[in-house]
């Protein structure tokens, strides 16, 4: 029974904290952040690369067993371009309900395409799951073109404006955690304390077309390796505390940066998508923006005392 009473207190609290009020601004700034970076990623040329490979190579996941071979050049280019400007008009807030979902929809397609090729890809998993809270949101309340063409005064905080901020950082933070959490339970300790990423950074190495340089310095000087492999782990299970502790954004958000730049240069794998998606996410870009420059100050002396006085010029 008390077992029972603690779990409603915590879903309780957990439902008070994502239904907090919050400003409009702070959804406004999600929403122009992951829209923008969503076109920025779907932009790349390597979809239509992908596309209209042999049938001997179509390996299909999920909904793209509905077609039977890879879709055309064509269908991938006419995909991407609709979903880039569905994106870019999502980022200016006009027609949310509408343009949101489409440049998602395109995503999933494209997406779907990348990795119906033999590997499933997840470098944009964090990205669409962090886009899709806004599929339902009103997101364009604020810091959009319609507000700003219209004069519509920002509304007062309202818990509308937080739950899709707060559970997409949910999403997020867990998503690293139970990496984390899978590396701590299948392996163990030995994942920090064995030559497991000297080994990992010497066979990407190896199967690169030329030697990398980064990772092989990481390979020949352990003690670096054990650093790392402890920071990567620390960084991924700790990364929860900042839902709760939001101070703790400032350490944990460059670590995870830190991270994936590190990733990129020793193993030459682009996880950018997700570095950026956690600082649009956790830094809180309205209270950045509303802080007010600081006003210049003068220094008088008085009777010997130094007094400082706000410069009213």
Known sequence: ?????????????????????????????????????????????????????????????SFMHLFHQMPSATVALTVQVVAVLAALLAAGGIAVRVTVPIAFAGALFLNAMWSSIGQPMHNETLLLLAVAPLLIARSADAWSIPSWRNRTPVPDPSPDYGWPVRTAMIVIALGYFFSGLYKLVFSGPAWVTSGNIRWVMYGISDENMRPIGPALYLASHPLLAHLAAAGTMLTELGFPICLWKPRAAWVFVPAVVLMHVGIGLTMHLDYSAWALTVVILFVPWDALANRSPAEPRVVRYRAGQRVAATDQH
């Open 1 to 61: 029974m008390r077992a029972r009473e603690a779990t409603l207190r915590t879903a309780a609290r957990v439902e008070e904290w994502i239904s907090r009020p919050t400003s409009p601004k702070r959804l406004a700034a999600v929403r122009i952040g992951l829209c923008l970076l969503l076109a920025g990623r779907l932009s790349r040329p390597l979809y239509v690369q992908v596309a209209g490979q042999p049938k001997a190579l179509y390996r299909p996941i």
